[in-house]
């Protein structure tokens, strides 16, 4: 897995732009995070652990801001958050951030490219070993984040346009549920989920259970590396808070620099923070 960070200066219609002037307003002293569930976040509880926000909006003369945290499930949730201001900074897949994007009309734009990984299509059952096969399954589920919206159900109606020219040929069999609960339905076995596009951690533990297998992956659909997961923000919180919202992206910039470099303490971060 690789972590990185996407400077403000890229040059793509979906990102946010530079140059924001600042306010003579007071900025927030309020900052709204969310995360939803996964290996993915470690660089958000670093942020947190490390008081990074905290530092970096020190550095540029603001007070302390409060930050809160809300543990949401699914990009489709994350939007709707972020539409009722209910948080300043969403994390979610490249497809959830994109419908954002689209519907806002450029109101809400990616802020931070936060990770890319291959995201597993993983089932324990034994009618299933690729794709095709989905279309004789019976009583037979696929979880993912979001139906519909999240880049895994995404990710399947492409190859399902890849292989059928019809992107929704699979859309009758694809749930919305938390990681957590498609890997214990996983494990536990005579579930209606028999199939999980899992990220990590969930994958790793899935496959090590010797239970299931992986029947493809988000790389082998796609043709390669990509992002996975973004973090989305207002051009309003931008243009109303220039310094907070560029100590927010300095903070992860830190973070991402920081697990990279430590991956063992990252590690123990991320247990300590999920009790996992």
Do not use: C
Not at 103 to 112: N, Q, S
């Amino acid at each position: 897995m690789r972590i990185k960070t996407l400077l403000s200066g890229f040059a793509a219609s979906a990102f946010l732009a530079v140059g924001a002037t600042g306010s003579a307003v007071a900025e927030t002293d309020t900052v709204r995070l969310a995360q939803q569930f996964g290996l993915l976040y470690v660089p958000l509880h670093v942020v947190l652990d490390q008081k990074l926000v905290e530092k970096h909006t020190a550095k540029a003369g603001l007070g302390n801001p409060k930050i809160q945290l809300f543990k949401i499930s699914g990009g489709a949730n994350i939007n709707k958050a972020l539409l009722a201001k209910t948080i300043d900074f969403g994390s979610h897949g490249v497809g959830p951030a994109l419908k954002l994007w689209g519907k806002t009309k450029g109101r809400f734009k990616v802020a931070l490219s936060m990770a890319d990984m291959p995201l597993k299509l993983l089932t324990n059952d034994p009618k299933i070993k690729k794709i095709e096969d989905y279309l004789n399954a019976k009583d037979h589920k696929i979880s993912t984040p979001a139906a519909k919206v999240s880049i895994q159900a995404v990710t399947l109606q492409m190859a399902a346009q890849r292989l059928w020219n019809e992107p929704n040929k699979l859309d009758h069999l694809v749930i919305s549920m938390k990681h957590p609960t498609a890997l214990a339905a996983m494990l536990s076995g005579g579930q209606a989920v028999k199939s999980h596009f899992a990220t990590l951690p969930y994958s790793y533990q899935e496959l090590q259970s010797g239970k299931v297998w992986k029947v493809t992956d988000s790389y082998e659909i796609l043709g390669g590396q990509h992002s996975v997961l973004v973090m989305s923000a207002s051009k309003s919180f931008k243009a109303n808070n220039p310094k907070t919202y560029q100590a927010v992206i300095d903070a992860f910039a830190e973070a991402f620099a920081w697990v990279n470099a430590n991956p063992d303490k990252a590690a123990e971060t991320y247990i300590r923070y999920t009790k996992s």
